[in-house]
C-alpha cells in the first residue's frame, strides 16, 4: 500500500498543480465532479446494464399490477412480493460494481483530504512566557509488544523546532508526549527513535504553498495507509503504533465546516451531483 500511495502522491501532485492557481474549494469540486463522471463510466462498463433495466421495468410492471388488481387481494399480495424480490434484485445489481469501486473512491478521497482539510501551525517566537497546551502537542504510541520501547525514546528535533515541554514518556502505558513551537516556516521533519528503530513524522508549520500532502497521523496498517497516505505507514517490525499531532482546520469557501469533515461531504455530494447529471449523457443506467 506504500507504494501505492507514493504513486498516487506523484500522480495528483502531477494532476493538481494546474488547479492551484483557482483555489482550493474550486480544485475540490473540479476533482470531485471528475472523480464522479468517472466513477460512472467504470460502473456501466462492470456492471449488468441490460439487467439493471429489465429489473427496473419489471419493478415498474408490478406496482402497475398493484394498481390495476387493486380490488384482488390475493393479485395484489402476489404483485408486492414480487417488487420486494425485484428490489433486492436491483440492490444486489447496483451494490455488486460499486464493492471493486470503493478502493479507488477511499483513496482519492484521502489525497482530497491530506491537501485540502488543513493548514500548517503558526509560526512563533520562543521568547517570552508561554502556558502549556499553546504549542503543538506530538502523542507516540508503540504496540503492545513494544510499548516498553517508550521508555526508550529520543526525539530530535530540527532547526526551526523547539521542545516547550519535557518528553513525557510511559513504558507502563506505551506512550508519550513532547509540545513543540515552530519558529521558522517549513515543511520539518521530527525523528523518533527508540533502540535501532527509528521513525519519522513531518510538521508542517507556517509554509505558504507548501502545505499539500499534509496529514495528523501517521500508523500502521491497511487502514492507516489508506486513510493518511501523505506519510508512509509503519511496517510490521516497527514498534511505532502511531505518531499523531494536530493541524487546524482548512476553511473552504463555501462548504460548511470544512476540514477534513467538510472535504468528505463535499467530495461526497459533488461526485453524486456530477454523476446524476452525466447518467443520461453517458447512458448509464443505475
Same mark, same amino acid.
Given at each position: 500500500?506504500?507504494?501505492?500511495?507514493?504513486?498516487?502522491?506523484?500522480?495528483?501532485?502531477?494532476? $493538481? @498543480?494546474?488547479?492551484?492557481?483557482?483555489?482550493?474549494w474550486?480544485?475540490l469540486?473540479?476533482?470531485?465532479?471528475?472523480?464522479?463522471? $468517472?466513477?460512472?463510466?467504470?460502473?456501466?462498463?462492470i456492471?449488468? /446494464?441490460?439487467?439493471?433495466? @429489465?429489473?427496473?421495468?419489471?419493478?415498474k410492471?408490478?406496482?402497475?399490477e398493484?394498481?390495476?388488481?387493486?380490488?384482488?387481494?390475493?393479485?395484489?399480495?402476489?404483485?408486492?412480493?414480487?417488487?420486494?424480490?425485484?428490489?433486492?434484485?436491483?440492490? *444486489? $445489481?447496483?451494490?455488486?460494481?460499486?464493492?471493486?469501486?470503493?478502493?479507488?473512491?477511499?483513496?482519492?478521497a484521502?489525497?482530497? *483530504?491530506v491537501?485540502?482539510?488543513?493548514?500548517?501551525?503558526?509560526?512563533? @517566537?520562543?521568547?517570552?512566557?508561554?502556558?502549556a497546551?499553546?504549542?503543538?502537542?506530538? &502523542?507516540?504510541?508503540?504496540?503492545?509488544?513494544?510499548?516498553?520501547?517508550?521508555?526508550?525514546?529520543?526525539v530530535?528535533l530540527?532547526?526551526?523546532v523547539?521542545?516547550? @515541554?519535557?518528553?513525557?514518556?510511559?513504558?507502563?502505558?506505551?506512550?508519550?508526549?513532547?509540545?513543540v513551537?515552530?519558529? /521558522?516556516?517549513?515543511?520539518?521533519e521530527?525523528?523518533?527513535?527508540?533502540?535501532?528503530?527509528?521513525e519519522?513524522?513531518?510538521?508542517?508549520?507556517?509554509? &505558504?504553498?507548501? &502545505?499539500?500532502?499534509?496529514?495528523?497521523?501517521?500508523?500502521?496498517?491497511?487502514?492507516?495507509?489508506?486513510?493518511w497516505?501523505?506519510?508512509?505507514?509503519?511496517?510490521?517490525?516497527?514498534?511505532?503504533?502511531?505518531?499523531?499531532?494536530?493541524?487546524?482546520?482548512r476553511? $473552504?469557501?463555501w462548504?460548511?465546516?470544512?476540514?477534513?469533515?467538510?472535504?468528505?461531504?463535499?467530495?461526497?455530494?459533488?461526485?453524486?451531483?456530477f454523476?446524476?447529471?452525466?447518467?443520461?449523457?453517458?447512458?448509464? /443506467?443505475?
Amino acid at each position: 500500500m506504500n507504494a501505492l500511495n507514493s504513486l498516487a502522491n506523484r500522480v495528483f501532485d502531477v494532476l $493538481l @498543480s494546474p488547479l492551484d492557481a483557482v483555489g482550493a474549494w474550486l480544485s475540490l469540486t473540479l476533482v470531485s465532479g471528475i472523480f464522479g463522471v $468517472l466513477a460512472l463510466v467504470v460502473f456501466k462498463h462492470i456492471s449488468w /446494464q441490460a439487467g439493471i433495466k @429489465s429489473t427496473k421495468d419489471k419493478i415498474k410492471g408490478h406496482m402497475i399490477e398493484i394498481r390495476i388488481y387493486q380490488d384482488d387481494l390475493g393479485l395484489v399480495s402476489k404483485a408486492i412480493g414480487k417488487v420486494l424480490y425485484r428490489n433486492l434484485q436491483y440492490v *444486489v $445489481l447496483n451494490f455488486g460494481p460499486f464493492l471493486p469501486l470503493m478502493v479507488p473512491f477511499g483513496m482519492v478521497a484521502a489525497q482530497l *483530504v491530506v491537501r485540502y482539510g488543513f493548514e500548517p501551525v503558526a509560526v512563533q @517566537s520562543i521568547e517570552g512566557d508561554r502556558l502549556a497546551g499553546q504549542g503543538t502537542t506530538f &502523542e507516540i504510541e508503540f504496540t503492545p509488544e513494544g510499548k516498553r520501547a517508550a521508555g526508550d525514546l529520543v526525539v530530535t528535533l530540527p532547526d526551526g523546532v523547539v521542545a516547550v @515541554s519535557p518528553l513525557v514518556r510511559i513504558p507502563d502505558r506505551g506512550r508519550a508526549f513532547i509540545e513543540v513551537i515552530a519558529t /521558522q516556516p517549513g515543511i520539518h521533519e521530527i525523528i523518533f527513535t527508540s533502540g535501532t528503530h527509528t521513525e519519522t513524522k513531518l510538521f508542517h508549520a507556517g509554509a &505558504e504553498g507548501l &502545505e499539500r500532502e499534509m496529514q495528523p497521523e501517521r500508523g500502521r496498517g491497511f487502514l492507516a495507509a489508506l486513510l493518511w497516505p501523505a506519510e508512509r505507514a509503519f511496517t510490521g517490525d516497527s514498534p511505532f503504533e502511531l505518531i499523531r499531532t494536530v493541524y487546524p482546520e482548512r476553511a $473552504l469557501g463555501w462548504i460548511p465546516g470544512s476540514g477534513p469533515i467538510g472535504v468528505l461531504i463535499a467530495f461526497v455530494l459533488l461526485s453524486m451531483v456530477f454523476g446524476f447529471i452525466a447518467l443520461k449523457p453517458l447512458g448509464v /443506467q443505475i
